[in-house]
């Protein structure tokens, strides 16, 4: 069962070095040989930078001292063009190629790859633009992605900041999307209850209606608001719970509390109660692979509401 739940933030042991506070705590003979291998670098090409004690370098290339700065929680809207150490372009969402369309993340330590660009956009104002330079540690490791990325790769970064928002705005911004998406499919009698999910009961259920510490067995499917089906049920397949166990998404678990035995009900939610900022990972490309080995599962897009349309099968 895909949806049940994960924590968004994941460290695991291949992005440990990733998740320390200093480049010496990455380890060792791979940081130094690949710090010198940066300041040869910016020595040739005269440029000049600022250390972090992060291990990452970078540049100001444009500031914007009245901008508002970025701050931890924030939701980072960017532009960004990233390269190889050799010049390489491996991936590019820049404002000369589509000033209008933009990439986010949330602005926390471990909700974002490569974590460089937390790092700088930590330093940043909206409307500022970076060059970044990323030691291996602060980027994607060891991890290699046919001709884009190579292991423990230097990894060069434009990032510009378009602009911040707030999780509530989001919140804000979600309920109107669902909200539209109700008005759109003509959905009747959707109670929108305190908890914050959408719920709309489809058929009535006679059997005992589940309450804290019951186990439960239900059909589900998992759907995006754009009507793409990302999870469901089979025969042999089913969800089974204990309802405040903590085990799945809180929205599922909410809905779940207003169903009895026999019910069918589909429950819209918004990401703060399902997958919330997920992790964002940069290029899109290599999201599967690079999930494979670092996740549990594929993330879902960040702040991306659902819904699920459920059936309670068992109430014991």
């Known amino acids: 069962m895909r949806f049940l739940y ?18 010496e705590d990455a380890g060792g003979q791979l940081v130094k040989e690949q710090d010198e291998k940066i300041v040869a ?23 914007n001292s009245n901008g508002v700065a970025v701050k931890d929680s924030n939701i980072v809207y960017i532009h960004y063009v990233l390269r190889d150490l050799e010049g390489n372009l491996i991936d590019s969402l820049s404002a000369s190629a589509d000033a209008l369309q933009t990439a986010r993340f949330l602005q926390e330590p471990n909700s974002v790859v490569p974590q460089g660009f937390y790092i700088g956009a930590d330093l940043m104002n909206v409307g500022e633009k970076l060059r970044l330079f990323m030691p291996s540690y602060r980027a994607y490791q060891n991890f290699s992605y046919k001709t ?17 928002e707030s999780l509530e705005m989001q919140k804000t911004q979600e309920d109107q999307a669902i909200e539209q998406y109700i008005a759109i499919h003509q959905l009747d009698s959707v109670q929108h209850l305190p908890s914050g999910i959408y719920y709309q009961r489809l058929t009535s259920g006679s059997g005992d209606q589940a309450k804290s510490g019951d186990a439960v067995k239900l059909n589900y499917k998992g759907i995006y608001l754009n009507d793409t089906v990302f999870d469901q049920s089979t025969a042999d397949k089913l969800l089974e719970f204990v309802v405040d166990r903590n085990t799945l998404i809180k929205g599922v678990n909410e809905g779940v509390k207003q169903m009895r035995k026999g019910e069918k009900a589909r429950i819209l939610i918004p990401s703060s109660l399902a997958y919330g900022p997920s992790i964002a990972i940069f290029p899109a490309t290599i999201k599967d692979e690079f999930s494979k080995i670092a996740f549990t599962r594929p993330p879902f ?16």
């Open 148 to 164: 884009l990325i190579s292991p423990d790769e230097i990894i060069m970064a434009e990032l510009e900041v378009v602009k911040t």
């Open 6 to 23: 994960w924590p968004a933030m994941i460290c695991l042991v291949f992005m440990a070095t990733s998740c320390l506070n200093n480049e």
């Open 301 to 316: 897009p960040p702040f991306t509401p659902v819904f699920f349309e459920l059936e309670l099968l068992d109430v014991k």
């Open 41 to 63: 670098y910016l020595n040739q090409n005269n440029i000049k930078t600022t250390k972090t004690s992060s291990g990452v370098y970078y540049e100001m290339l444009k500031q």
